[in-house]
């Protein structure tokens, strides 16, 4: 197919390139049929089970060597907020509330916070922990992003099994909840430096850590104290 072509309305297919000139109407079934064919054909499975067992493995391939063996890093994402935000908001309306109106808001624009997640802790992983690591900046902070989806899926259902079991939203359920998300983090990191002999235990864990300290620190903070400050009101 040649973007140059005039494309000869001769019947439904261009004689020239082949390009379909007459395209079936966007329907429910073929909004279903596209999201089989790019994303269930197209690995996404692989994708999920593949980020459970090997994330650091796999992040790496992808980024060094195979761009097909994963679905790519911002549709991944979106789909793993946009399915995130579904179900807390049918099954746990309380769970995506803060005190912070100003995170809220930043919120209600699903990648902004996991983009400024990503590039921060991307940040510390690349000039801190592992500087001259062969990922760079831009490839730690794909597999940021890649990291940040599985972690929020895997605690999303991690809340929806323990909202078997727990009636309230304990404190104690939400530590639980954050543990499953910092530990797959840190066992990500860990795997993903590995192959450069940097897959220590607690090089991993100072890391995710500081990362999170960072994003408390310049994001978390200065929302506080915008809104004690009112200069929102």
């Not at 929020?152 to 929806?160: E, H, K, M, S």
């Not at 499953?180 to 840190?186: A, E, M, R």
């Amino acid at each position: 197919m040649s973007d140059d072509c005039v494309h000869r309305e001769v019947g439904r297919y261009c004689p020239d390139c082949g390009k379909d000139l007459r395209p079936e109407p966007i329907t429910r079934q073929t909004v279903v049929h596209e999201l089989v064919e790019n994303w269930w054909e197209k690995g996404v499975l692989h994708t999920l089970v593949g980020l459970v067992v090997r994330p650091g493995i796999l992040i790496r391939r992808y980024i060094e060597s195979d761009r097909d063996i994963l679905v790519k890093v911002v549709p991944y994402i979106a789909v793993a907020l946009t399915l995130n935000i579904a179900l807390r908001a049918r099954f746990l309306p309380g769970s995506m509330t803060t005190e912070l109106s100003v995170i809220e808001t930043l919120q209600k624009e699903p990648l902004v916070m996991p983009l400024l997640s990503a590039l921060i802790s991307a940040l510390v992983l690349n000039f801190i922990f592992y500087r001259g690591a062969s990922a760079g900046l831009f490839g730690t902070m794909v597999m940021r992003l890649y990291v940040l989806a599985q972690a929020v899926l895997l605690g999303l259902f991690a809340d929806l099994a323990m909202e078997i079991f727990f009636a309230d939203r304990s404190v104690a359920r939400n530590l639980a909840r954050l543990a499953v998300g910092l530990g797959f983090t840190i066992f990500a990191v860990r795997q993903f430096y590995a192959g450069e002999g940097r897959g220590g235990w607690i090089r991993a864990t100072a890391a995710v850590l500081c990362g999170e300290i960072a994003l408390i620190l310049l994001v978390y903070m200065p929302a506080a104290m915008i809104q004690n400050a009112g200069l929102l009101d």
